[in-house]
């Protein structure tokens, strides 16, 4: 199955302890994961990504995972999500690219996106 994952979702399984145990170690070893290319910039604006071995990382992280670059169709989306649900910027994106490809959206943030009609949210098992 195919998967959109949001920032949070990466994030936690750059926290974690045991990486293993983080959510997208599970979803990744069940599903396909595609990300937008919004939520690389959100990667790399983090503190971890400041170092030569945290961009490292994230390199290797988003090297398998396929990345999607939002058009004219998407902006127009995720303006109309940001204004009807007041999602910052960068999570109306994500929310519209999962609609426009019609897949379930992985987040930790559920509370968020549940709002928006049609998206599909991952159940996520904690």
Known sequence: MKVVADTSILIDFLRSK???KSIF?????ENN???SLITVAELFSGNSAQ???GKEKLNYLLGGIEIRIPDMEDAVRAGEIRHKHQLSITDA???SLALKLNLPLATLDQKAFKR????????IRQ
Request: charged share 15%; no cysteine; hydrophobic share 45%.
């Open 18 to 20: 045991l990486p293993e």
């Open 25 to 29: 170690y599970q979803l990744n070893m």
């Open 33 to 35: 994961l595609t990300i």
């Open 51 to 53: 170092t030569k071995t």
């Open 93 to 95: 994106l994500v929310a």
């Open 116 to 123: 928006i009609k049609n998206l599909e949210l991952y159940p």
